[in-house]
């Protein structure tokens, strides 16, 4: 079977009504060959149930389902192992396409001679200027791209590898995998995505998930980025990361393991991590700062 065009993975933890929403805009907008691989992290608010009748559908290539919450970078690595592509998408559940050509407006910015390793819509505006303007599209290049709707290619991940396993359930995966792009010499660009994608707010469950983004949380996941960084940045640490979690089929379910040989890397970085931890504390990139004000 010739592989699709861009693999697009949806990581989904509830927002049963928001899913609805991101999965039935990207069938009714996607024109382009792709494969639809959906990984549930634990939902409990009949978002499965909505999710087996799909795949049963065949509308969804790729379900996974685990039997806890393993975190946002674990689940879409999951999601991009099931299926090779030439280009490799990460889409939140809270974010809806609205134009067909919104896939196509991604890929052309990986175009020989551009040197770009990944690009996302701005879901989220701010008083930032572009960069550059291509037509009509504000382009923004900065140093990491945000994960809600996030493309990268199948070259770039022969080289990164995957999101970064260490930040838990919600943690700076998408800052890492965007320093690795800086440091590998590729640029991370924002496209303005107004007429392409909306982002769908629910107050409801950020309250939720507010223990998971505590300042302290935070502050931990800020300090491991920064350790992570400053390894990849002086060679300590390969570019091409890992996976720290392997998924293993458990009747319909899948729980996960700890991958061995990376438990053996992390005896080295854990101890590396309180150093830098301790330089770094008060240094931290002006971006990630602000998660804590």
């Not at 990944?118 to 945000?146: H, N, Q, R």
């Not at 990164?160 to 359930?169: I, K, T």
């Amino acid at each position: 079977m010739q592989r699709p065009l861009v693999n697009i993975t949806i990581v989904t933890h509830n927002r049963l009504a928001l899913t609805r929403r991101t999965i039935e805009s990207v069938l009714r907008h996607t024109r382009e060959p792709h494969a639809l691989c959906v990984v549930d992290n634990a939902s409990t608010d009949g978002t499965r149930a909505y999710l087996r009748d799909l795949h049963a559908q065949g509308q969804i290539r790729h379900l996974t389902l685990f039997e806890k919450n393993m975190g946002v970078a674990c689940a879409c690595n999951t999601g991009w192992a099931a299926a090779d592509a030439d280009y490799f998408l990460k889409l939140d559940n809270d974010i809806e396409i609205l134009h067909q050509g919104w896939l196509t407006n991604l890929t052309q910015f990986f175009k020989p001679g551009l040197g770009v390793g990944a690009v996302a819509y701005k879901v989220i505006p701010d008083a930032s200027l572009p960069t550059m303007w291509i037509g009509p599209t504000a382009v923004f290049e900065v140093e990491f791209c945000g994960g809600a709707c996030l493309m990268t290619s199948r070259a770039v991940r022969a080289e990164l590898g995957n999101f970064c396993e260490d930040y838990g359930v919600y943690g700076e995966e998408d800052a890492d995998f965007g320093a690795r792009v800086g440091i590998s010499g590729r640029r991370n660009i924002f496209v303005d995505g107004s007429g392409h994608v909306l982002h769908n707010a629910d107050p409801c469950y950020d309250q939720a998930m507010q223990p998971i983004k505590s300042r302290q949380a935070r502050r931990r996941n800020i300090e491991q980025f920064q350790a992570n960084v400053h390894a990849y940045d002086t060679g300590l640490r390969p570019l091409c990361v890992g996976r720290r979690f392997l998924p293993v089929p458990s009747g319909e379910l899948f729980s996960c393991e700890l991958n061995c040989g990376y438990k053996q890397e992390a005896l080295v970085w854990n101890r590396f991590r309180k150093v830098v931890s301790f330089a770094t504390r008060e240094i931290v990139s002006g971006h990630l700062a602000q998660a804590l004000q």
